[in-house]
């Protein structure tokens, strides 16, 4: 059994340090506020984001960044993406050996337009990064949490390290699969945020089923356009970390992006809604990178584009939606073959 560090004690992180030490792993749990750490270690609940759920024995909550690196083998970055890089600053003058870091959260940065995969090898120094991972799939926080029965995916660069990660998280309610297409695994988890908060935006307008098919999958063909023109395997999204990751998020009340997108539907504006939701809503600042990465690689997205005039020119839900039906006509094939051809 290992030494591992969860950084990061919303709900995502506190999820798979769950998955972790019901698989015998000795678990540190870092968080940045003591209140909040105290509270977890105490009462062994973390209820501000997993209410009602009791954490196993071996889990213990840090607020000292450094104790919680102590004597650890591996580190799964659970933080929003905003945050990630003052994370990797502050860890990489407190590390004295290499460190296989496995990655969790689900965003691009924007202007950079940097992969989370290259922020970390760009911030840590090469004699203290053995392996980057990326863990990625349709998996909500608060079903992991309560062992419901949960599929992702881990890759890497190196399959050894993908696998390795493999073996750290399985069980019998959380099953893992590798895939060696990094690009395709991170550029499907950031880019179905999107669409969630369009699909939010339609339900919260009352459009019904068959608007949300459409989007879904229409999203989907935007994802793999600019997916592949990165490099990433168009395989890809019709996989976990595509189409998977793309339903789960687009169809549950679990998914704050979804949730998000349904109060600007219902005529919020974004600040409200941020204010409302209390946590970090990542597809609103991976749309700005899309459309940023969209203009990059001369890829169309018009559903990012609809969706960057709502969050940052102000545009009616209502009008985004219409302009996106009055678009020229095409041919859905033909599409698929460019997809397919951009590889």
């Not at 945020?193 to 989907?220: E, F, H, Q, V």
């Not at 395997?233 to 793309?246: A, Q, V, Y």
Request: aromatic share 4%; proline share 3%.
């Amino acid at each position: 059994m290992e030494q591992i560090t969860v950084l990061g004690a919303g709900s995502w992180g506190t999820a798979l340090a769950i998955v972790l030490a019901d698989n015998g792993h000795h678990v540190k749990l870092w968080g940045h506020r003591p209140e909040a750490i105290e509270e977890l270690n105490r009462t062994r609940r973390n209820e501000k984001y997993l209410p009602g759920i009791e954490l196993p024995s071996n889990i213990t909550g840090y607020s000292n960044l450094r104790e919680s690196l102590e004597e650890v083998q591996t580190i799964v970055l659970a933080v929003p993406t905003k945050a990630i890089r003052d994370v990797l600053k502050d860890i990489s003058s407190m590390l004295e050996k290499e460190m296989t870091i496995v990655h969790v959260s689900k965003g691009i940065e924007p202007n950079t337009l940097m992969r989370i995969s290259e922020i970390i090898e760009e911030e840590m120094p090469s004699h203290l990064l053995k392996d980057v991972v990326v863990l990625s799939g349709p998996s909500h926080a608060e079903e992991v949490s309560r062992r419901h029965i949960t599929t992702v995916t881990s890759s890497s660069k190196n399959m050894e390290a993908a696998e390795y990660i493999q073996d750290l998280f399985m069980n019998q309610h959380f099953r893992v699969y590798t895939n060696p297409d990094v690009i395709g695994v991170e550029i499907g988890g950031a880019l179905k945020n999107i669409i969630a908060l369009a699909a939010g935006i339609t339900d919260g307008l009352g459009y019904g089923d068959n608007a949300k098919a459409a989007l879904i999958t229409r999203g989907l063909a935007e994802i793999a356009r600019l997916g592949s023109k990165m490099g990433g395997n168009p395989l890809t999204f019709s996989g976990l970390t595509g189409i998977g990751d793309l339903i789960v998020t687009c169809t549950s009340v679990h998914s704050r992006n979804w949730r998000a997108g349904h109060l600007l539907g219902k005529g919020q504006n974004l600040d409200e809604v941020l204010d409302n939701m209390g946590m970090v809503v990542e597809g609103v600042r991976t749309t700005k990178a899309a459309y940023q990465l969209a203009k990059k690689y001369n890829v169309m997205m018009p559903i990012t584009e609809a969706l960057y005039e709502v969050l940052f020119n102000g545009q009616s839900p209502k009008v985004a939606v219409d302009s996106l039906m009055a678009r020229v006509k095409t041919h859905e094939m033909e599409d698929l073959v460019n997809i397919m051809e951009n590889r």
